[in-house]
């Protein structure tokens, strides 16, 4: 890389790092290219990215941002993932390490929270941003599903006793 590539590049990966929702460190040494790819891709598939870059770009990156923090996690070979939701890279992450011991989480960060491997492993048990606002919508649903049935049943009651009059006159 030359020197534009690398002031460009840094920049690039500031702007990244200062927005994700989390980020999480790991070492993957060890990892073939197909597994690799795996774990790539299931990132994606949880809406996050990836990245292998050097340490040293790295820690210049972080610098002066609010996950500067973590800058002494990049030793050896390690990889950055990310996403905009802070619990999709941390629960890829963690969901592809239980299937291959190769990748080895150091921890990570949450905005200006350093998070250990522990961290990163329990935020990757908390439902994602997508099951919380489903969990709400049915919640707020649930109520008026009770209200509508109460509005009705009145009704429902006058017509049942209506029918069980008519019936019993028939019967009389």
């Known amino acids: 890389m030359e020197r534009a590539e690398k002031r460009e590049f840094v920049a690039e990966m500031k702007d990244t790092l200062s927005g994700a929702g989390s980020v999480v460190v790991a070492h993957y040494a060890g990892l073939s290219v197909a597994e690799m790819t795996d774990f790539r891709s299931s990132m994606r598939a949880a809406g996050g990215t990836v990245k292998v870059a050097k340490n040293r770009l790295v820690k210049l990156a972080l610098e002066g941002t609010e ?75 649930t109520p008026a599903q009770r209200i509508a049935m109460l509005t009705n049943a009145p009704a429902g009651a006058v017509a049942r006793v209506i029918g069980a009059y008519s019936t019993k006159e028939e019967a009389a």
């Open 67 to 141: 996950a500067e923090h973590m800058s002494g996690l990049f030793t050896g070979p390690t990889l950055i993932a990310f996403a905009d939701d802070p619990v999709a890279a941390p629960k890829a992450a963690s969901e592809f390490a239980k299937k291959n011991d190769k990748l080895v989480i150091l921890g990570g960060a949450m905005g200006a929270t350093n998070l250990d491997e522990n961290g990163v492993k329990a935020l990757a048990t908390m439902p994602s941003i997508d099951e919380l606002r489903g969990k709400i919508i049915g919640m707020i649903n």
